[in-house]
Antibody, heavy 117, light 108 residues
Framework: QVQLVESGGGVVQPGGSLRLSCAASGFTFSSYGMHWVRQAPGKGLEWVAFIRYDGSNKYYADSVKGRFTISRDNSKNTLYLQMNSLRAEDTAVYYC??????????WGQGTLVTVSS | DIQMTQSPSSLSASVGDRVTITCRASQGISNSLAWYQQKPGKAPKLLLYAASRLESGVPSRFSGSGSGTDYTLTISSLQPEDFATYYCQQYYSTPGVTFGPGTKVDIK
């Protein structure tokens, strides 16, 4: 069955960096575009970034453009999100997800990122 | 960008009640709409896609309808495990999908 397991979250100071990972299994990872979505504490869902199945194209929400970089390693079945210049408003649970673009969304359990001094 | 709204933002209901949640898109999305259920501390779970297609394993008390810009999620007889927050999501305009703000269903 499909499994998505995020890791790499933690507490970081404003202006700091963090890299999230999402380990995928149970499906042919290299055939699917992948998303990152975040959810601030007590708030709704916000799409963050998307990468095509082969990494050829990447798209970002305006709120993270220029600060976050999505990437993937299909040989390792792993999705990444490099987050730089972090701000307090980036505090959230970050989910990786497949299938959002065709309505068949499947989500990992999420990893919490807290930006605080 | 396509904006999504939901109403109500919250509702209180009893077990056995019929519950309806509405989602509206800022432009027509041709039934490219999914509904998710999220419980506290958990990831969203897919309930319906293509506005009305039930995901495998989801109870038949959940149903969806709509067209154009307006869509509804109906729970025909609310069960204790249905108390959660529900989100709609459009995938007509991709890859930057957008979500509604959510509807919290709690116990009356």
């Amino acid at each position: 069955q499909v499994q998505l397991v995020e890791s790499g979250g933690g507490v970081v100071q404003p202006g700091g960096s963090l890299r999230l990972s999402c380990a995928a299994s149970g499906f042919t990872f290299s055939s699917y575009g992948m998303h990152w979505v975040r959810q601030a504490p007590g708030k709704g869902l916000e799409w963050v970034a998307f990468i095509r199945y082969d990494g050829s194209n990447k798209y970002y929400a305006d709120s993270v453009k220029g600060r976050f970089t999505i990437s993937r390693d299909n040989s390792k079945n792993t999705l990444y999100l490099q987050m730089n210049s972090l701000r307090a408003e980036d505090t959230a649970v970050y989910y990786c997800a497949k299938g959002l673009g065709d309505g068949r969304g499947y989500w990992g359990q999420g990893t919490l990122v807290t930006v605080s001094s | 960008d396509i904006q999504m709204t939901q109403s109500p933002s919250s509702l209180s209901a009893s077990v056995g009640d019929r519950v309806t949640i509405t989602c509206r898109a800022s432009q027509g999305i041709s039934n490219s709409l999914a509904w998710y259920q999220q419980k506290p501390g958990k990831a969203p779970k897919l309930l319906l896609y293509a506005a009305s297609r039930l995901e495998s394993g989801v109870p038949s008390r959940f149903s969806g309808s709509g067209s154009g810009t307006d869509y509804t999620l109906t729970i025909s007889s609310l069960q204790p495990e249905d108390f959660a927050t529900y989100y709609c999501q459009q995938y007509y305009s991709t890859p930057g999908v957008t979500f509604g703000p959510g509807t919290k269903v709690d116990i009356k």
